[in-house]
C-alpha cells in the first residue's frame, strides 16, 4: 500500500517562507510526475507545481518566481519551497504522485491528506 505524507505547513506572516514535504512510502519501483495542488475551503485544488522524473518543472503563473518544487529520487520525498508568501497563498497544500508499484505495472494516481500553510498578519 502507498502513502504520500505532507509536512512542513505552519502560520507565517506575508513575506515570509516555508518548505513543505511530501514522503512516499509502500511499495514504490518508481515515481514520475510530482505535483502539488492547493485548496480552500468549498473550492476546487488549484495547480501549484509539478516537477517529472527528470527534473522538468512547472508553475502556475500566481506562483511563478515564489516557490521552486525540488525531489530526492532516492529518499522518494519531494519538496515545494515557497518564498515571499502573501495572504491568498492561505490554504491546503497536497502532495500528489504517478506511482508505478511494480516492474511493468500501470502507473496509478495518489494523493495525500494535505498540510494547511496560513499566511496572515
Known amino acids: 500500500q502507498v502513502q504520500l505524507v505532507e509536512s512542513g505547513g505552519g502560520s507565517v506572516q506575508p513575506g515570509g517562507s516555508l518548505r513543505v514535504s511530501c514522503a512516499a512510502s509502500?511499495?514504490?519501483?518508481?515515481?514520475?510526475?510530482i505535483s502539488w495542488h492547493r485548496q480552500t475551503p468549498g473550492k476546487q485544488r488549484e495547480f501549484v507545481a509539478h516537477?517529472?522524473?527528470?527534473?522538468?518543472?512547472r508553475y502556475a503563473d500566481s506562483v511563478k518566481g515564489r516557490f521552486t518544487i525540488s525531489r530526492d529520487n532516492a529518499q522518494n520525498t519531494n519538496y515545494l519551497q515557497m518564498n515571499n508568501l502573501k495572504p491568498e497563498d492561505t490554504a491546503v497544500y497536497y502532495c500528489?504522485?504517478?506511482?508505478?508499484?511494480?516492474?511493468?505495472?500501470?502507473?496509478?494516481?495518489?494523493w495525500g491528506q494535505g498540510t494547511q500553510v496560513t499566511v496572515s498578519s
Open positions: 500528489n504522485a504517478e506511482i508505478v508499484t511494480a516492474y511493468a505495472a500501470p502507473v496509478d494516481d495518489y
Open positions: 509502500g511499495s514504490i519501483y518508481t515515481i514520475y510526475t
Open positions: 516537477i517529472t522524473r527528470g527534473g522538468v518543472t
